[in-house]
């Protein structure tokens, strides 16, 4: 079954089977956060969907603030981490606080993500 995802950012692309969903469901305290996020980053920027999807393979949280999300190390070191956001999220640093604003209340279209995903 294909699944598009259609934002603001795009037309339509289908959403590789391997990048569906939240990798991470055994961290269950930020698992809708995490569905909601990867869905919405898909065709906003597919490099910092990669980015976050590898995050969170490695365990990282989304923690709720008053007006967004807050991605945390979770299972990261603080040595680990530092390099992440360094190296790895500071290029997208714009569009990481815009989805992060985003997905902490909504998917940003009308279509869900199928059970089980």
Known sequence: MAIYQETLWGESQKIPEEYKGDPRPDMFQDHQYWERLLLNTWDMNQILHHILHGCRCGGAELALTKCSLKLTPGE???EQWNVIKLRDLAPYRDKLVEVLRIS??????NEKPPEGW
């Not at 902490?104 to 279209?109: A, E, H, L, P, T």
């Open 76 to 78: 990261w070191s603080d």
């Open 104 to 109: 902490r209340v909504m998917s940003i279209c």
